[in-house]
């Protein structure tokens, strides 16, 4: 819900205009960009000192602080009262029409104005977003934005333009924890099949591919065991009823071995199956 995260909004279009009004040429943009993306992490103090430092950007204090205050701006409204005449009115009037357009659509809550939102990347033309967790507890969720012209370096005639996004999978995992809105999940699967060794590795490859295409869900054991009673222990954590063991003896009669775990009559819980028979794996034995 908008309780547990938000999405901070900005227009690159908008800095750029802004950071165009501070005498910060189109060479140094991007750089600056870059340098101003860290705020979060290294506070305004570093930044103010790299911006005026790194030789890239190399602008004078006052630019600096200036550059700092427009970034503390909570709202478009006071964006447009630290900064006055200049800026780019068309990317203000689109950022006016997301935040009203969210909240006709009904997730207005989760977008929030911010104004140090300027993302590193040098191909951002318009919008610019960060979806983070409300408790400030972990890093960026996601972040992206709009590009116009990306495509057109790789060959694209005409301007395109798009949204992208990239998102940190570890961070959703650890947000989804904290509001314990994981699900817990059964590890389960049909087989586990293992070669013999690492001269028949190719061979369980192709068991296991028969297996797939007859349905049954598959864990490929890529690295051979030197006991196969690893195997087993393996089958069990990943929660697989069958082991289909690859080996040469039985290869060379053009079958492979395959073990029930679940059966309760241990004399009769491993089978030597012809291959063509895999594809009716489930009768191989009753059912558990």
Do not use: H
């Not at 006052?62 to 990317?91: P, Y």
């Amino acid at each position: 819900t908008a309780q547990d995260v938000g999405i901070k909004v900005n227009s690159r279009k908008v800095m750029g205009s802004i950071l165009k009004k501070f005498n910060i040429s189109e060479a140094q943009f991007a750089p600056v960009c870059v340098v101003v993306d860290k705020l979060d992490k290294i506070g305004p103090d570093e930044v103010i000192r790299e911006l005026m430092e790194n030789a890239e950007t190399k602008v004078p204090r006052e630019t600096a602080e200036m550059i700092i205050k427009t970034m503390a701006a909570k709202s478009v409204d006071e964006l447009k009262v630290i900064c006055g005449d200049g800026v780019d009115q068309e990317g203000l009037t689109e950022l006016g029409q997301l935040f009203d357009q969210a909240k006709e659509y009904g997730f207005g809550d989760f977008l929030v104005f911010d104004a140090s939102v300027v993302r590193g990347l040098a191909y951002y033309t318009g919008v610019v977003f960060e979806c983070f967790d409300r408790s400030g507890e972990l890093r960026a969720i996601c972040g992206g934005g709009r590009y116009d012209r990306l495509l057109s370096l790789y060959g694209s005639k005409q301007e395109v333009p798009c949204v992208g996004f990239g998102f940190g999978d570890c961070v959703i995992l650890e947000l989804l924890q904290m509001k314990n809105l994981l699900p817990a999940l059964e590890q389960t699967a049909d087989f586990v099949v293992a070669a013999f060794d690492q001269g028949m590795l190719a061979k369980a490859m192709s068991v296991a591919a028969r297996l797939r295409a007859a349905g049954a869900v598959v864990d490929m054991q890529c690295e051979p065991k030197k006991k196969v009673g690893l195997t087993f222990d393996y089958a069990n954590r990943v929660g697989a009823r069958f082991v289909a063991l690859v080996a040469p003896t039985e290869w060379d009669q053009g079958m492979v071995r395959v073990k029930d775990l679940r059966a309760e009559d241990k004399t009769t819980n491993q089978l030597d199956v012809q291959l063509d028979a895999l594809a009716g794996w489930r009768d191989l034995f009753p059912a558990a």
